[in-house]
């Protein structure tokens, strides 16, 4: 019996399931419950989302695609917060917290949050983006969480008039902010904070979220993993799922652990890149567009969108392999997926840009696959 389980579970695991099923639909096996534990395994508490980024279109096909993205069961729909979009070619770039106020009130269930914001004191005081957040939580209770990172030149350098700072200083402001922010959401007398960046006197949040915010910390390095650790209540990450095992989920845990944090509670969430092409011709398409000059050396001290842009000829082919999921059918999808869970992550969060046809597509051919429910 366990063998022909096995053997179930391998077959799921590619495009034998049409054979099965004899329809091209992943939909269409439904397992029972115990063969649903067995299947499910390490990916028992695996999350998928989706990331909307901040470019491409207006803001009500933003909240279209929050709408999408909770009819098929997305977990959360995070927005990118940007002030200029990463590249001139994506030629949008909303205000997210009142785009993400409207994708709550049109949404129920589904959870929205920022992919990140940076309160380090430039662009936002942390006070504001605390209460921001709380005022959402009261409003919709359970429903946000708060992606933070140190920021990017393009969003925050404008509002830095002695110059952009370096990434010590920034992760010490953002260390910073996520204590200040914290302590207004829990603190029920006026109290003062004497930070080095960061000071308040006499200071008191009327307004207090109705849950704890979950806080999704950004990093990418060694480094920043074990602030995350520290700080955060979650990791945020973009990395290969070599990486990620090795070094990023490793020093965020340990880290963790030495403040005495329950790690099993503490999710561990990456980012896919999708690129809805074939990979023979897909690393050209990505160059031509401009989206790998985020991958670009010294991209996050750039202020200028259409600098970026041309930037993205200097990204060799092997690092724009290393960073895009090139997606030509669901199986692209779900192996890149399986790939990430299997390298120890709890969470990930897919890149559609704000185009519903590719979260339905997602929705309809990927999830049912990491669908745990009984029928």
Same mark, same amino acid.
């Not at 495009?15 to 115990?34: C, G, H, M, R, W």
């Not at 009142?98 to 949404?107: N, Y």
């Given at each position: 019996?366990? #063998?022909?389980?096995?053997?179930?579970?391998?077959?799921?695991?590619?495009?034998?399931?049409?054979?099965?099923?004899?329809? #091209?639909?992943?939909?269409?096996?439904?397992?029972?419950?115990?063969?649903?534990? /067995?299947?499910?395994?390490?990916?028992? @508490?695996?999350?998928?989302?989706?990331?909307?980024?901040?470019? *491409?279109?207006?803001?009500? +096909?933003?909240?279209?695609?929050?709408?999408?993205?909770?009819?098929? $069961?997305?977990?959360?729909?995070?927005?990118?917060?940007?002030?200029?979009?990463?590249?001139? #070619?994506?030629?949008?770039?909303?205000?997210?917290?009142?785009?993400?106020?409207?994708?709550?009130?049109?949404?129920? =269930?589904?959870?929205?949050?920022?992919?990140?914001?940076?309160?380090?004191?430039? +662009? *936002? @005081?942390?006070?504001?983006?605390?209460?921001? %957040?709380?005022?959402?939580?009261?409003?919709?209770?359970?429903?946000?969480?708060?992606?933070?990172?140190?920021?990017?030149?393009?969003?925050?350098?404008?509002?830095?008039?002695?110059?952009?700072?370096?990434?010590?200083?920034?992760?010490?402001?953002?260390?910073?902010?996520?204590?200040?922010? &914290?302590?207004?959401?829990?603190?029920?007398?006026?109290?003062?904070?004497?930070?080095? !960046?960061?000071?308040?006197?006499?200071? !008191?949040? /009327?307004? &207090?979220?109705?849950?704890?915010?979950?806080? !999704?910390?950004?990093?990418?390095?060694?480094?920043?993993?074990? *602030?995350?650790?520290?700080?955060?209540?979650?990791?945020?990450?973009?990395?290969?799922?070599?990486?990620?095992?090795?070094?990023?989920?490793?020093?965020?845990?340990?880290?963790?652990?030495?403040? $005495?944090?329950?790690?099993?509670?503490?999710?561990?969430?990456?980012?896919?890149?999708?690129?809805?092409?074939?990979? =023979?011709?897909?690393?050209?398409?990505? +160059?031509?567009?401009?989206?790998?000059?985020?991958? %670009?050396?010294?991209?996050?001290?750039?202020?200028?969108?259409?600098?970026?842009?041309?930037?993205?000829?200097?990204?060799?082919?092997?690092?724009?392999? %290393?960073?895009?999921?090139?997606?030509?059918?669901?199986?692209?999808?779900?192996?890149?997926?399986?790939?990430?869970?299997?390298?120890?992550?709890?969470?990930?969060?897919?890149?559609?840009?704000? /185009?519903? #046809? +590719?979260?339905? *597509?997602?929705?309809?051919?990927?999830?049912? /696959?990491?669908?745990?429910?009984?029928?």
């Amino acid at each position: 019996m366990q #063998n022909l389980l096995w053997q179930i579970q391998r077959s799921l695991k590619t495009k034998q399931l049409d054979e099965i099923t004899k329809v #091209n639909n992943y939909s269409a096996f439904i397992p029972n419950e115990k063969m649903i534990h /067995y299947l499910s395994g390490c990916l028992a @508490h695996l999350k998928i989302s989706v990331n909307l980024g901040e470019g *491409y279109n207006d803001p009500m +096909r933003f909240v279209e695609c929050t709408s999408v993205a909770e009819k098929y $069961g997305f977990d959360t729909v995070w927005f990118g917060d940007h002030l200029l979009p990463w590249i001139h #070619n994506q030629n949008k770039s909303a205000f997210a917290w009142s785009v993400m106020a409207s994708a709550l009130e049109r949404t129920k =269930n589904v959870k929205i949050g920022p992919i990140v914001t940076s309160p380090i004191g430039g +662009r *936002y @005081h942390p006070a504001i983006i605390g209460q921001a %957040a709380a005022t959402l939580d009261n409003m919709y209770p359970g429903r946000f969480q708060l992606g933070v990172g140190t920021g990017e030149a393009i969003n925050e350098a404008h509002f830095f008039p002695n110059g952009w700072p370096k990434w010590q200083e920034r992760i010490d402001r953002l260390s910073e902010a996520v204590v200040l922010m &914290k302590r207004m959401w829990e603190s029920e007398e006026y109290f003062n904070n004497q930070g080095k !960046y960061f000071k308040m006197k006499n200071f !008191y949040l /009327y307004t &207090k979220p109705k849950t704890n915010i979950p806080i !999704y910390f950004a990093a990418q390095g060694r480094k920043a993993a074990s *602030y995350s650790g520290v700080y955060g209540d979650h990791l945020v990450t973009v990395n290969s799922p070599e990486t990620c095992k090795d070094v990023i989920f490793l020093t965020f845990e340990n880290s963790a652990k030495k403040m $005495g944090k329950d790690t099993s509670k503490m999710e561990k969430m990456v980012e896919i890149s999708l690129y809805f092409a074939d990979k =023979n011709t897909g690393v050209e398409e990505v +160059r031509r567009s401009g989206e790998a000059g985020f991958f %670009a050396d010294n991209s996050f001290n750039e202020t200028d969108p259409r600098k970026l842009q041309k930037m993205s000829n200097t990204v060799v082919d092997e690092t724009i392999a %290393a960073n895009f999921c090139f997606v030509s059918s669901p199986d692209d999808i779900i192996q890149a997926i399986e790939k990430y869970s299997d390298a120890g992550a709890t969470h990930v969060e897919l890149v559609t840009h704000s /185009y519903p #046809n +590719r979260i339905e *597509y997602i929705g309809q051919k990927v999830l049912p /696959y990491f669908n745990k429910k009984a029928p």
